[in-house]
């Protein structure tokens, strides 16, 4: 396996997480939310994570397969991790974390959904510089653009709620 390769499974793991926590966070709100605008646009973003998530472990298994390398079944299948000799500084940046924030009130679920969508954005398109494959770098650029396209939403809606009545 070439550390081209390498590279695009490592940030395909770690994106399959952030968009598995991505989906369970929306789906929380969802449920927490009583807006009906509101609950439907948490539901539209929980599928659309979930979506995410699906074509990510898609891409990883057809890398891996074309490697030879395990499908994906979690992060404990990353045994490379520990002799991967590639610099992505990028990997280890602090992100808004989705984890533990059940507690949130509409407007400040909505801002840290917000600040998540737009570093998934960054992280994506941080990762499209750092592969080599033209094909990773769209799938990793398109990922960025519906990740600010997701942004673009929760910022519609949190002036809908903020807005006077």
Known sequence: MNDSDKVILVILGQSIRSEKAGNEFYD???ARTSDPI???LFQRLAVEEKNHEREMKIKYDEVADRCGWEPYEGAGTYKFLDHLDVNLPFLSEELPSLENRGDLSGRDALLMA????KASANYFLKAALAVEQTDAKAFFVDLA????????????????ISSPK
Not at 145 to 160: G, N, P
């Open 28 to 30: 929380v709100m969802a």
């Open 38 to 40: 509101g609950k439907e």
């Open 114 to 117: 917000i600040l998540v969508e």
């Open 145 to 160: 653009k519906s990740e600010v396209s997701h942004a673009r939403i929760l910022e519609r809606e949190l002036l809908r």
